[in-house]
């Protein structure tokens, strides 16, 4: 698989060009990109073994660093906004934000990546697909009436901010119903407030994250207090915006309710496979794990109740990535392969997902392979274990 790698030549200290700057003016930047986050990269390339992309081609234009150069070079005005590069390479990206989980420097490269995308999608160069759910999610009433068709939790009215509050996902309470439903055998006294929106997680990293911040405030004045997803990107973006104290993933809300008071959680049986313990995987949700540091909640739920196996590509990205999985179909599934046959390889018999892209884009992978492992999300494994 190839990738496009042309990137702006730097300028060599000393060199005719750097001559050149000291007789012609420098040219204002562009004020696209925050500067502070901008200048944090000190190009190191410490990035570079862990990005997904990177990795499948090894095109410096397909790692963060490479990228980070043709943010400078856009806000320099040293790239036209419709170089080809630029608009390929502000889709290309995963937005997994695994690099920044070992950058020295602490750049925060996912802001980064919403600056770019608000610039670069914008008009007609907004790929078709992201502005076809941007603006569908905007529309609440569809959305509660999906999940209502479609038989996930129903919403017991106005919020009480002395209860949880479950978040119901945008698409996973039409795709996957089911979810819902199973997080309250768990946290029987959580209510589902009326007229849930969007959090706007969608929207951020496709373009949109002024919308974005505006809708999830309007979700946090929906459900004043704590507010529990199902959603790992969900999950991050939300208490990016609102304060990880107020928004709780299910797995860390299900596990410290557990620590402070066993006695309060169903009773769990060993789920067993042919009367064998059942193998179990995980493939953690890259907001969830890299944006908010949730990694051992889940991990723990699924030992409780199962043989859990660490497959070596969990922390990496499966692919599905938001919209990507549709924009960048096959270097999606490149990024899926090592888990499948991983998958395959640890014999498993659950494959547990945090996130309804993550499950969509395993599932879809799982067949592809023809694999008999099952994917399920991380509360529909511990249903499976409730005992009768």
């Not at 730097?10 to 562009?30: D, F, I, K, S």
């Not at 996912?110 to 941007?134: C, F, I, K, S, Y």
Request: proline fraction near 8%.
């Amino acid at each position: 698989m190839s990738g496009t790698s042309e990137l702006p030549a730097p300028v060599e200290p000393g060199g005719p060009a750097a001559r050149a700057t000291l007789t012609e003016p420098v040219p204002a930047p562009l004020g696209i990109f925050d500067p502070h986050l901008l200048a944090a990269c000190i190009s190191c390339g410490f990035c570079l073994p862990v990005c997904p992309t990177y990795a499948q081609t090894k095109a410096e234009a397909d790692s963060p660093r490479g990228r980070i150069t043709l943010m400078r070079a856009l806000e320099e005005g040293r790239l036209d906004a419709d170089d080809s590069t630029l608009q390929a390479q502000a889709g290309r990206c995963l937005g997994c934000r695994r690099c920044e989980t070992v950058c020295p420097a602490g750049v925060k490269y996912g802001e980064l990546l919403e600056q770019w995308r608000d610039h670069q999608w914008r008009g007609r160069h907004t790929p078709p697909v992201a502005a076809a759910l941007r603006a569908g999610v905007r529309v609440t009433p569809a959305l509660t009436a999906g999940g209502l068709v479609r038989g996930a939790a129903r919403p017991t009215g106005a919020a009480d901010p002395a209860r949880p509050h479950l978040m119901l996902g945008c698409l996973e309470r039409s795709l996957f119903p089911k979810v819902s439903k199973a997080v309250l055998k768990f946290v029987p006294d959580a209510d589902v407030p009326a007229g849930q929106g969007c959090c706007g997680a969608l929207h951020a990293h496709n373009g949109g994250s002024v919308e974005a911040a505006a809708m999830a405030a309007r979700l946090g004045e929906t459900m004043p207090g704590t507010i529990v997803s199902t959603s790992g990107g969900c999950a991050a973006y939300l208490a990016h915006q609102l304060g990880h104290e107020r928004v709780k993933e299910i797995s860390e809300f299900l596990l410290a309710q557990w620590e402070a008071d066993p006695e309060s959680m169903p009773s769990l049986r060993r789920l067993t496979i042919d009367g064998r313990p059942a193998r179990v995987g995980l493939k953690d949700s890259c907001q969830l794990r890299n944006g908010l540091g949730v990694i051992q909640p889940p991990r723990t739920l699924i030992a409780k109740v199962a043989d859990y196996v660490e497959l070596p590509s969990a922390g990496v990205c499966c692919g599905g990535a938001g919209t990507y999985s549709m924009l960048q179909p096959e270097m999606s599934k490149a990024v899926l392969d090592p888990t499948l046959v991983q998958a395959r390889e640890a014999d498993l018999d659950y494959l547990v997902a945090l996130n309804v892209v993550c499950t969509r884009q395993l599932q879809a992978g799982v067949k592809r392979a023809k694999l008999r492992v099952k994917v399920v999300h991380l509360v529909e494994l511990l249903e499976l274990a409730l005992s009768d």
